[in-house]
């Protein structure tokens, strides 16, 4: 099942303050607001291959690191 979700105000506000503390260029916003939106949703796993979502703390599948 797919489940698409949308960030709000809030949800951007807070990937915001995200980017700020990370200060890595190579972080997006897009990055920040999908860290926020898991850990809201207690998600824990992530198929990626970008490694900043290791580094914010999430197991990944597919992450060559």
Known sequence: ML???HSTRED???AVRLL???ADPQVSF???VSFVLMKSR???T???FDPH???AGFR???AVD
């Open 3 to 5: 489940e698409i979700l």
């Open 12 to 14: 951007e506000t807070d």
């Open 20 to 22: 700020r503390k990370y």
């Open 30 to 32: 897009t990055d920040c």
């Open 42 to 44: 207690k998600v824990s």
């Open 46 to 48: 992530a198929f990626t």
């Open 53 to 55: 979502f290791q580094r």
């Open 60 to 62: 990944t599948l597919g």
